[in-house]
């Protein structure tokens, strides 16, 4: 039981640094390209304009959020090609279990992304399920 309050400490210890090196203009994350807040909150305005501020898969909703198509912790940046904007339903979705329905996005030949809603027990044996669309710019 020790080591958890340690531990927390720890994790208290890092936050304070997060949110001191944020405020001096550093970049959100450390140990792989991030943008300084101000530059990610350019590009996040930049994406809402270019989806005219609705979702970009369902087309409905209001967006409130960027998502990483490809994730940053395995190598995808904050770059315009990267980022889809989603309102929170369809953004839940992009994590979702398979069973649940999960969204998920492979890049066009010709450019942009196309979107399916994939389902079954687990991501080996999943099939799409007939939601699917395009994302181009």
Same mark, same amino acid.
């Given at each position: 039981?020790? /080591?958890? =309050?340690?531990?927390?400490?720890?994790?208290?210890?890092?936050?304070? +640094?997060?949110?001191?090196?944020?405020?001096?203009?550093?970049?959100?994350?450390? =140990?792989?390209?991030?943008?300084?807040?101000? #530059? /990610?909150?350019?590009?996040? %305005? #930049? *994406?809402?304009? *270019? +989806?005219?501020?609705?979702? !970009? &898969?369902?087309?409905?909703?209001?967006?409130?959020?960027?998502?990483?198509?490809?994730?940053?912790?395995?190598?995808?940046?904050?770059? *315009? #090609?990267?980022? &889809?904007?989603?309102?929170?339903?369809?953004?839940?979705?992009?994590? +979702?279990?398979?069973?649940?329905?999960?969204?998920?996005?492979?890049?066009? %030949?010709?450019?942009?992304?196309? /979107?399916?809603?994939?389902?079954?027990?687990?991501?080996?044996?999943? %099939?799409?399920?007939? #939601?699917?669309? !395009?994302?181009?710019?």
């Amino acid at each position: 039981a020790n /080591w958890r =309050g340690a531990a927390r400490r720890a994790a208290a210890v890092i936050a304070r +640094a997060a949110r001191r090196r944020v405020r001096a203009g550093g970049p959100l994350a450390k =140990g792989r390209d991030a943008l300084p807040l101000v #530059e /990610w909150r350019a590009r996040v %305005a #930049e *994406l809402r304009d *270019l +989806a005219g501020g609705r979702c !970009e &898969v369902c087309g409905v909703r209001p967006g409130p959020q960027p998502h990483h198509i490809k994730k940053r912790s395995a190598g995808g940046g904050d770059d *315009l #090609e990267n980022l &889809v904007w989603l309102d929170h339903t369809c953004h839940r979705r992009t994590d +979702a279990p398979y069973a649940a329905g999960r969204l998920v996005f492979a890049p066009r %030949a010709a450019g942009g992304w196309v /979107w399916h809603v994939l389902r079954g027990p687990d991501k080996w044996t999943a %099939a799409p399920t007939g #939601e699917s669309g !395009e994302i181009s710019r």
